[in-house]
């Protein structure tokens, strides 16, 4: 069976986001624990939490923003795929307009914000200057509005490579400046500040590539104005995807702003240290998922239901696969991760860490089920699910947190996705997108949950018994985790079509990587 151009090029786009994501994300990984470990060893854990708990805030203000992003991607997908040049600019005049107004909400909601961030902050020692360190931090992360909008076009037009390498640069000089400005001063307002201006930096760079990429844009006589239909389509998908802004939200953020609260900022510090290790895999894993976001877009705007189907078995099957992999690594790996990294001081319940690592697996095996829900613009038809969503979590959370603190509100996570976000997003893409019953999809997740609870029972007892010290424990239960887990993987599904065409794609890049090696 022949490939056309048009798959040609997805392939070829998804490989080149995939190769620049995932050497990015290594190299800013690394940079990354080693700015955090500088970080911890000159300035107080309460001030880690603070750090985390202002990017939570700044993010819940973010709600302003409506779920435009997502709502343009979308509709670029289709002028894209036709070089319709004129509704291009049309759709990144209004982004512009738009951005520009939510920066300027954000910043006015935070400058209101700004007297009662210490109601949100419990802690033993009082941090002084605290209003001023969150306005810097919002005015860095508000000023963005007014130059990020352009970036949404590269990563439409399957270029998502060009931003991937010019945040992990600007944000390797970040942490490198803020590192040194904290051994040598120990200063929390000038890493804020070194934020401020990075973060501002690395948005216009990303401005003018966009403007030499795109030189049609500057050509402002030949724009179309949005038709009845598409005004009203583009208004219908923001008001849904504020909603699921909502349900976002409730997932990280308002977990962050609970512990802080009712927890304190010293254990939101702790938590953070675990956060960092799950942003650097998520990072890893997203190099999948969202490198082929715009590829699935293209696909879905030209191609027919039955092979935008096709494709989705076998990419939701190794996404899942992968996810399942990953969680057993943390429920094994986690704990020897961090004392080999900072020490026992820093460590959480285990209890703590079996929630994480189911949080992990629940939101990230619905990722490529996002994707197709995205690329088919499916914001409208379960608009309320992340409301219901966000409510779950909030109420479970706060019935729990005063019994279990941590534990509660990660439990409340937990629930408020299985009651709501694992079974009603692949409900109305079946329905929906690819128009076909949902049951075997239902079947295979259900099948490739219980596989991970039971490898992860068996690799975390089998295991148990290893204590090498500090740094032996970790390599030696890492060891296990390397072939146990794949083994029993390949027992199970060593039938199913899609493994076989993972194995068999493994092996053709082994090949191929050897004989170029020769």
């Known amino acids: ?53 202002f990017a939570t805030v700044l993010y819940v203000l973010s709600l302003s923003e409506l779920g435009i992003g997502t709502s343009i991607t979308y509709a670029l997908y289709a002028p894209l795929a036709r070089n319709d040049t004129a509704q291009i600019r049309t759709y990144m005049r209004f982004f512009k307009r738009v951005y520009s107004i939510v920066g300027i909400v954000i910043i006015l909601l935070g400058i209101c914000f700004t007297p009662f961030i210490h ?14 360190y969150f306005l810097l931090y919002l005015f860095g992360v508000g000023m963005t509005y007014f130059f990020s909008y352009k970036q949404i076009l590269l990563e439409a037009d399957q270029k998502k490579y060009i931003p991937s390498f010019i945040i992990c640069i600007a944000s390797i000089i970040q942490i490198i400046i803020q590192s040194v400005l904290v051994i040598v001063y120990k200063s929390y307002g000038l890493y804020i500040l070194v934020f401020v201006f990075c973060n501002i930096a690395k948005n216009i760079v990303l401005g003018l590539i966009t403007n030499k990429t795109y030189p049609a844009l500057k050509n402002k006589n030949e724009i179309v104005p949005l038709t009845k239909e598409q005004y009203r389509s583009l208004k219908n998908n923001i008001k849904a995807m504020f909603l699921r802004k909502i349900g976002e939200v409730s997932i990280g953020s308002i977990d962050n702003i609970l512990i802080s609260s009712f927890v304190g900022l010293s254990t939101l510090g702790l938590y953070a240290n675990y956060q960092i290790i799950l942003e650097a895999l998520r990072s890893a894993l997203r ?35 992968l996810f399942s992999y990953v969680s057993v690594l943390l429920v094994v790996l986690l704990q020897p991760t961090l004392t080999m990294w900072l020490g026992t001081t820093y460590l959480l319940d285990l209890s703590t860490v ?20 995205a690329a088919y613009g499916l914001f409208w038809a379960d608009k309320y699910n992340p409301l219901a969503q966000a409510v779950i979590n909030l109420s479970v959370s706060l019935l729990f947190v005063r019994k279990f603190g941590l534990d509660g509100i990660l439990l409340g996570t937990a629930i408020s996705s299985l009651a709501t976000g694992i079974w009603i997003e692949p409900l109305v893409v079946y329905r929906f997108g690819f128009e076909r019953p949902v049951r075997k999809y239902f079947f295979t997740y259900i099948k490739l949950l219980c596989v991970t609870i039971f490898i992860a029972v068996l690799t975390y007892t089998t295991t148990a018994w290893i204590s090498f010290g500090r ?22 599904f060593r039938k199913n079509p899609d493994f076989k065409n993972l194995i068999t794609l493994i092996k053709f890049n082994l090949v191929k990587n050897k004989r170029n090696s020769h």
């Open 119 to 132: 109601n949100f902050v419990k802690t033993e020692t009082p941090i002084t200057h605290l209003e001023l």
């Open 471 to 492: 740094f032996g424990t970790f390599w030696a239960k890492l060891f296990f985790c390397i072939w146990l887990p794949p083994f029993c993987y390949f027992v199970v």
């Open 1 to 53: 069976m022949s490939i056309s151009i048009q798959d040609k090029t997805r392939i070829k786009n998804s490989i080149r986001n995939m190769v620049t994501s995932a050497g990015s994300q290594v190299l800013l990984g690394i940079v990354s624990f080693v700015g955090r470990t500088i970080f911890i060893a000159h300035l107080k854990t309460d001030l880690l939490g603070l750090n985390e708990l």
């Open 287 to 321: 190099v999948f998922y969202s490198s082929i976001a715009a590829s699935i877009g293209n696909l879905c705007a030209v191609e027919t239901k039955e092979k935008a189907y096709s494709a989705f078995t076998s990419l939701n099957f190794v996404n899942t696969l």
């Open 354 to 373: 079996i929630l994480i690592a189911i949080n992990f697996y629940l939101t990230g095996t619905r990722q490529m089920v996002l994707n197709y829900h």
